[in-house]
């Protein structure tokens, strides 16, 4: 008999209702043959358009009782649900219009050209859907990194049906957005079929090695991201594994900065490593301060303002005893002080805090390297620095992130002072977005925005927010010297469709 899954309240840690049972093997291999079957019905770009723009006005209508049920599942409050799920609809509607566009196939043709040495054939290439795409819902974000989020998003919008793996923390969340998007696609004449839920630990393990599943995207931790990922390179016939694992963040504040504005960058640091509890993926969890009175104005702010933040509710119980673990183990190390001692905040909330280490600790290595990984939840570690060489020394033993920023002077923004051009240079390396006088919290949905990072922060190079995340679902064909009338209507060399075009290599200019 499959095991119930329930829907939990985190404030009190009581179940509120059952939501489903627990997907078998048999009902995971049901689904995706049902999904990989539907995948003709993705074809037509218009209809994928109209898809995509339909479950958001859904989504937008259902606004009520979406936030209703993830506000009672996480906690996160219906201000910061209600702006998720604006994010989620703007998210649908901007792949809506990357879809119109076209540009996203890379239509490149080449004419045959015997001068060319060798000669060249007629070449022509675009880019087509995978298949069926599963996709593992992230604890922290119920709609936008879940069933209606990025990956589910850019996936139809490539043309490959989903099915997503519903987190177990917010399960009446995931059926809720599951039956919008569903409706969507019965509205436009899509089959529903393109779009699944299953719930279960065992039905994720399923997902990834079933032989129709043709790529995954998947947001959570380091351990689980990581065993997923071994099992998508493990299958007969490999996948792509798009999993973004976990993120340090981390910060630079030089000496000038410190000096210019110490206390607007504590008190920056504080709200953006207490923002949602400190359950963010981009919370900066790693700061390199200097030693000295800027340092100490800095670290004065900071206290001030993170003793002043309320304590919150995690999004389980289980991560509120990772938390605490986490902390008393970072505390108990030699040298290591807590200004505001994260810990319980009570029977269910945590509180906020920070610690403070010398940053010559962190260069030696050793038990403090612990320091150097994501604690979730809202704690923070400060590393104070001696010089510019225990920078880079500290620097130099960070693995990869989503995040890099830098607190730099006006001076040393203006190029007439310090080193700020070498930081930079020093940050860049080790993470996908580089920040300079800013807080990484917060993830513009644009198309110049890049979600991602060196190992451990995702698994592949690729984003998961912006316009360019639909390439993730796509994969080159070339046909060489092929008859126009065997050609797809996106090579036709009248170009029926309208699209964007590479022809010997110049963008083709359109009236």
Known sequence: MSAPVWSVDPRTGKQ??????????????????????????LADRTVRAALLRTAADLLDEARDQLVEAADAETALGPTRLTGELARTTYQLRAFATVVDEGAFLDVRIDHADATQTPPWPDLRRYKLPLGVVAVYAASNFPLAFSVPGGDTASALAAGCPVVVKAHPDHPATSEVAASALRRAAEQVGVSTDVIAV???FDAGLELVRHPLIAAAGFTGSVRGGRALHD???ARPTPIPFHGELGSLNPVVVTEAAAAERGDEIGAGLAGSMTLGVGQFCTKPGFVLAPAGP??????KSLTDAVSDTDAGVLLDHRMRDNFLAGVKERAELADVDAPVTPGAGGEHTVSAGFLTVPARRLAEGGAHDVLLEECFGPVTVVARYESDEEISAVLGRLQGNLTATVHISAAEAEGTEGRAGELVAELTPLAGRVLVNGWPTGVAVAPAQHHGGPYP??????TSVGGTAIERWLRPVTYQDTPAALLPPELREENPLGLPRRINGVREQRG
Do not use: C, I, W
Request: proline residues 0%.
């Open 198 to 200: 299953v719930h279960g």
């Open 294 to 299: 800027a340092g100490d104005s800095l670290v």
């Open 16 to 41: 509120r209702e059952q939501v489903a049972v627990e997907a078998t093997a048999e009902e995971v291999d049901r689904v995706v043959r049902a999904a990989h079957a539907a995948r003709g019905s």
């Open 457 to 462: 922060a995702t698994t592949s190079t690729s």
């Open 231 to 233: 099992a998508a390179a």
